[in-house]
């Protein structure tokens, strides 16, 4: 069973930037496709950005595409999410996933959740 551990959220004014880091233990990841979903006050948790075991492909929903960036670092065994440009609503929390597919964006496609992690941003 592998586990989760999200870092780096914060709070942080409309147009900056977060990284946020999700780093495994207990089972290598690097042959598993990795996902980043949110999940804002009162709404569903949904996708954000996926990624493919060797960090060829990648995927991203519409609401941040161009803004946001996935990648991964398997000898640290650590998926990243590079957050740019920063709106509002962004806010909410931030969840990394272990996936079957990097082209599946369901939550029913998870097999790891990590715990998650607040990002806020003001206007």
């Known amino acids: 069973q592998v586990q989760l551990v999200e870092s780096g959220g914060g709070s942080v004014q409309a147009g900056g930037s977060l990284r946020l880091s999700c780093a495994a233990s207990?089972?290598?990841?690097?042959?598993?496709?990795m996902a980043w979903f949110r999940q804002a006050p009162g709404k569903e948790r949904i996708f954000i950005a996926s990624i493919n075991w060797s960090g060829s492909n990648t995927r991203y929903a519409d609401s941040v595409k161009g803004r946001f960036t996935i990648s991964r670092d398997n000898v640290k065994s650590t998926s990243y999410l590079q957050m740019s440009s920063l709106k509002p609503e962004d806010t909410a929390v931030y969840y990394c996933?272990?996936?079957?597919?990097?082209?599946?964006?369901?939550?029913?496609?998870?097999?790891?959740w990590g715990q998650g992690t607040q990002v806020t941003v003001s206007s």
């Open positions: 996933a272990v996936v079957v597919s990097w082209v599946v964006d369901g939550n029913d496609a998870v097999r790891s």
């Open positions: 207990g089972r290598t990841i690097s042959s598993y496709p």
